[in-house]
């Protein structure tokens, strides 16, 4: 090969070189986009007929602060599923543990704002004649005159609001007594009130359940057909497992089991105005009034008494309306409902936005660890919702 004709070979092989070398940072970017894209796909929404699905990105949300949330709560042992929905929107969705979008489980107290969605049903239907009833009215097996006078005084609207006067039973020791006793009704005189009726806040499963036995009474028909008739009926869902006490009423206070997406929906009523699709279901002057609160730092006197301090970084501050959590997190209100072991219904009205999450409802476990497994859905999710600057749009 003569040396021009070997120049010229060298330079079409330095040329195809330089060609090749200069085609290779695109596809390590394609690559690496095609990677991105797989990672954003862990909590891409199942396309089913109960929900319109988005995406982050088509609703305002940052993608990457999404993904990163649910990187995080595929750390979370006992999590069994994190959805979110944005402008009505399923934008997120996964589930953990071998769970399912088919699962229901547990909801745990998140049942206690089912039944002050069901209290506000009762009262439209002209079933309960006004908050102001008392307990006395509805249970005439208790002989209200030989027990504490001030118990018979006790209103509708004070178990809504937690103040009836029952203690906090996690800090006075009755929550063993609840779990070990099949009927709840004879605690009404057992159980000594901690404070008058209406002066402070006082966290009771008992007088939760005694509310579901109440709206039973009222109606005339058992809890479950009446909150299936009433309120998951008209969101297309249904109710799972819910367990009953030894008289055979369906416990007012947890456990009442619902899928994910049925909780999704649950919250999506609320967060526009007792509608669902159009459909009227709660009387908008009684969701507004179910999320107002009643009591104000419900925490504040008890964290000191906690081995565990501070109780949450981002819902530091729990306020309590009818049955319904209130708290900031960074910029944003927010109403929930809260169920033990992270059971969580997250409204965000100003980012049109509901965040729902399932876990281990963690059956008779009340101690430390319980309540660090909790907190760390619960830290999980106020920190997606404080990361997320002004109205979310991008």
Same mark, same amino acid.
């Given at each position: 090969?003569?040396?021009?004709?070997?120049?010229?070979s060298?330079?079409?092989?330095?040329?195809?070189?330089?060609?090749?070398?200069?085609?290779?940072?695109?596809?390590?970017?394609?690559?690496?986009?095609?990677?991105?894209?797989?990672?954003?796909?862990?909590?891409?929404?199942?396309?089913?007929?109960?929900?319109?699905?988005?995406?982050?990105?088509?609703?305002?949300?940052?993608p990457?602060?999404?993904?990163?949330?649910?990187?995080?709560?595929?750390?979370?042992?006992?999590?069994?599923?994190?959805?979110?929905?944005?402008?009505?929107?399923?934008?997120?969705?996964?589930?953990?543990q071998?769970?399912?979008?088919?699962?229901?489980? /547990?909801?745990?107290?998140?049942?206690?704002?089912?039944? /002050?969605?069901?209290?506000?049903?009762?009262?439209?239907?002209?079933?309960?004649?006004?908050?102001?009833?008392?307990?006395?009215?509805?249970?005439?097996?208790?002989?209200?005159?030989?027990?504490?006078?001030?118990?018979?005084?006790?209103?509708?609207?004070?178990?809504?609001q937690?103040?009836?006067?029952?203690?906090?039973?996690?800090?006075?020791?009755h929550?063993?007594?609840?779990?070990?006793?099949?009927?709840?009704?004879?605690?009404?005189?057992?159980?000594?009130?901690?404070?008058?009726?209406?002066?402070?806040?006082?966290?009771?499963?008992?007088?939760?359940?005694?509310?579901?036995?109440?709206?039973a009474?009222?109606?005339n028909?058992?809890?479950?057909?009446?909150?299936q008739?009433?309120?998951?009926?008209?969101?297309?869902?249904?109710?799972?497992?819910?367990?009953?006490?030894?008289?055979?009423?369906?416990?007012? /206070?947890?456990?009442?089991?619902?899928?994910?997406?049925?909780m999704?929906?649950?919250?999506?009523?609320?967060?526009?105005?007792?509608?669902?699709?159009?459909?009227?279901?709660?009387?908008?002057?009684?969701?507004?009034?179910?999320?107002?609160?009643?009591?104000?730092?419900?925490?504040?006197?008890?964290?000191?008494?906690?081995?565990?301090?501070?109780i949450?970084t981002?819902?530091?501050?729990?306020?309590?309306?009818?049955?319904?959590?209130?708290?900031?997190?960074?910029?944003?209100?927010?109403?929930?409902?809260?169920?033990?072991?992270?059971?969580?219904?997250?409204?965000?009205?100003?980012?049109?936005?509901i965040?729902?999450? /399932?876990?281990?409802?963690l059956?008779?476990?009340?101690?430390?660890?319980?309540?660090?497994?909790?907190?760390?859905?619960?830290?999980?999710?106020?920190?997606?919702?404080?990361?997320?600057?002004?109205?979310?749009?991008?």
């Amino acid at each position: 090969m003569s040396f021009l004709k070997m120049r010229a070979s060298r330079w079409a092989l330095k040329k195809r070189s330089v060609a090749l070398t200069g085609l290779l940072p695109l596809a390590v970017l394609g690559a690496a986009c095609a990677v991105a894209q797989n990672d954003h796909d862990i909590y891409k929404p199942l396309e089913l007929a109960d929900w319109e699905v988005s995406t982050p990105l088509a609703e305002g949300l940052d993608p990457e602060l999404v993904l990163s949330t649910y990187r995080k709560a595929g750390n979370l042992s006992n999590l069994y599923s994190l959805l979110v929905v944005k402008n009505s929107r399923l934008i997120a969705e996964r589930y953990f543990q071998g769970m399912d979008h088919r699962a229901a489980n /547990s909801t745990a107290s998140v049942t206690k704002s089912v039944m /002050s969605s069901l209290a506000g049903i009762a009262l439209g239907g002209k079933i309960l004649a006004g908050l102001d009833q008392t307990m006395a009215e509805f249970f005439p097996e208790i002989d209200w005159q030989s027990i504490d006078p001030r118990k018979s005084q006790i209103t509708i609207q004070q178990v809504l609001q937690m103040r009836s006067g029952f203690p906090w039973e996690e800090f006075t020791g009755h929550i063993e007594l609840l779990l070990s006793t099949p009927n709840w009704i004879p605690l009404i005189g057992e159980i000594p009130l901690s404070a008058d009726p209406g002066a402070q806040f006082g966290y009771s499963n008992l007088t939760a359940h005694l509310l579901g036995i109440i709206l039973a009474r009222a109606a005339n028909t058992n809890l479950r057909t009446f909150a299936q008739t009433h309120l998951f009926d008209l969101l297309d869902a249904d109710i799972g497992y819910w367990p009953q006490d030894a008289s055979g009423y369906y416990y007012g /206070s947890g456990d009442l089991s619902l899928t994910p997406r049925a909780m999704a929906k649950y919250g999506s009523l609320y967060l526009n105005a007792g509608q669902f699709r159009g459909v009227r279901v709660l009387p908008p002057e009684w969701v507004a009034e179910s999320l107002t609160p009643a009591s104000f730092d419900t925490y504040g006197s008890v964290i000191t008494t906690r081995p565990y301090g501070k109780i949450l970084t981002h819902f530091e501050v729990l306020d309590y309306g009818y049955l319904w959590w209130s708290s900031q997190a960074g910029a944003h209100p927010v109403k929930f409902a809260w169920g033990h072991g992270g059971q969580l219904i997250v409204l965000v009205p100003d980012l049109d936005m509901i965040v729902v999450t /399932s876990a281990d409802h963690l059956p008779g476990q009340f101690g430390e660890e319980a309540w660090r497994k909790t907190k760390a859905i619960m830290e999980l999710v106020g920190e997606f919702i404080a990361s997320i600057e002004g109205s979310g749009s991008l």
